[in-house]
C-alpha cells in the first residue's frame, strides 16, 4: 500500500506575526500578545522574533516576562482578527485539497496524496502554497511532510520562519529520533517528567522503550507515543467540512494574581462556571461529569472529576461540584495561580428532567431561570451588565469574560495536560 502523504502547515507565532503585518513597525521592537495584567488574563499568548531572542516565553505571566525584557511592548489579542485570517487561509490551503483539518487557528494538516496527479511535487506545491500566503496575507508559515500527521506536525516545527522539512521512511531516524521526547505530539510536561524518570529523553529512545511499561505507566496514552515516536500514526486526515462531535464544554484562566484558599477562589470559580453553563445551553446539550483543573505557583497541575447523579448545564450545580473537587484534592499549602472547570458525558438538553428524592428540585429551576435571565441581559446590554454580586468583592479576579473574550490559547500552551483524575 502506497505511503500518503501529508502536510502540517503551521502560521508562525500567529497572533504575533498578524499583529506586525497590521503595523509593520512592530517587527523592529519586542512585542508579545498577551492579556491584561491588571483586568483580565496576565500571561503570554505569542511573541515575536525579538521576543523571543530576550528569552519570552508563551504561557509565562506578563510579570515575568517584563523581569527579562522591561522595554517589551504587550499588543491585546484581537481574536476577531486572527480567526478572520487563519479561515482565510485554511480556504487557500482548500484549493489544493478537500481533505484539511485544523489544529488551532495557527495551525492544519492537509492530506496531498490524491492531489499529486494535479498539482505534481509535494514539495514544490508546498513552496507554492508558502509564496501565496506571503503574497497574499503577508504571512509566513512553516511545513513539515510526512506519511503520517504526527511527524508531518514535527516537520513543520523544525524550521521557522518559513521552513520545509521532508521527513521519510528513509530519514526518519536521523531526523526525528535524536530529537527531545517534548517535541513529539502529546508529550506534554508531565509526560515527559515520567518518561525521564525511567532514563527516556529522546524520541528514539521513547521508539525503542518497551510498550508494556508505557501502557502500565500511561494507559493507551503510552501506547500512542510509542506508536507516534516509530511512525506508526494511521490516523486520517478529516474532511474539510467535517465536524467533531462536541465532546466537553470547558474554560479556564490564569489568575490575576496567587490565590491562597478555597473562599478566595470561588468568586473566579463562579465566573467560570457561569460561562461554561451558558455554553452548554448554547449547544443544548448537559453534562453528567464535572471536571476541574488547578495550576500552583509552582506550575504543578492538578485535576479531579467526579459524575453527578443528573446531567446539568446549570452553574450553580456544576459550581457545587466543582468546589467540591477543588477541596478534596488540593490543600492551597502553595497558593493557586490558575484554574479550569469543564463537563463532559454530554447529553441533549431537556428541559424537563426526572425527579430526584435527593435533589431540591425548586432550587434546581430557581437557579436556571437566573442562568437565562443574565444570558439574556448580557446577550443584549454586555457581559458587565448584571453580575453576581460575589463577583464584586475582588474585582481584578473576576473581571474577565471567559465565554465573551474568545479567549483561544495557543496549543503548546496545553499541550498534554490532559484531566484524569488526580495529577495532571
Known sequence: MEDKVIFHIDINHCYAQIEEMKYPELRFIPMAVGGHEEKRHGIILAKNDLAKKAGIKTGESLREAYEKCPDLLIIPPAY?????????????????????????????????????????????????????????????????????????????????????????RDNYKKIVWPLPASDLLYVGYATEKKLRSRGVYTIGQLANYPVRWLKESMGIAGEVISAFANGEDRSNVAETFFRTPVKSVGNAMTLIHDVNDADELRPAMYVLCEAVASRLKDHDMEGSVISVSARSGGLDWYGKQRKIPQPTNVSEEILKTAMELIEESYDFSIPLRAAGVSVSQLHPWHSKRQLSLFTDEE???????????????????GFYSVRRACTLVDRPLTEFDPKGDHTVYPIGYFRGRKLSDGII
Open 363 to 381: 432550587a434546581y429551576d430557581d437557579a436556571l431561570r437566573i442562568d437565562t435571565a443574565m444570558d439574556r441581559i448580557r446577550s443584549r446590554y
Open 80 to 168: 476577531n482578527d486572527y480567526i478572520y485570517y487563519s479561515h482565510e487561509i485554511r480556504k487557500l490551503y482548500q484549493e489544493y485539497t478537500d481533505h484539511v483539518e485544523p489544529f488551532g487557528l495557527d495551525e492544519a494538516w492537509l492530506d496531498f496524496t490524491g492531489s499529486q496527479l494535479i498539482y505534481g511535487d509535494p514539495c514544490m506545491t508546498a513552496g507554492r502554497i508558502q509564496q501565496r500566503v506571503l503574497q497574499e496575507f503577508g504571512l509566513t508559515v512553516s511545513v513539515g511532510i510526512s506519511w503520517n500527521k504526527a511527524f508531518a506536525k514535527l516537520g513543520s516545527d523544525l524550521k521557522k520562519p518559513s521552513g520545509m522539512t521532508l521527513i521519510t
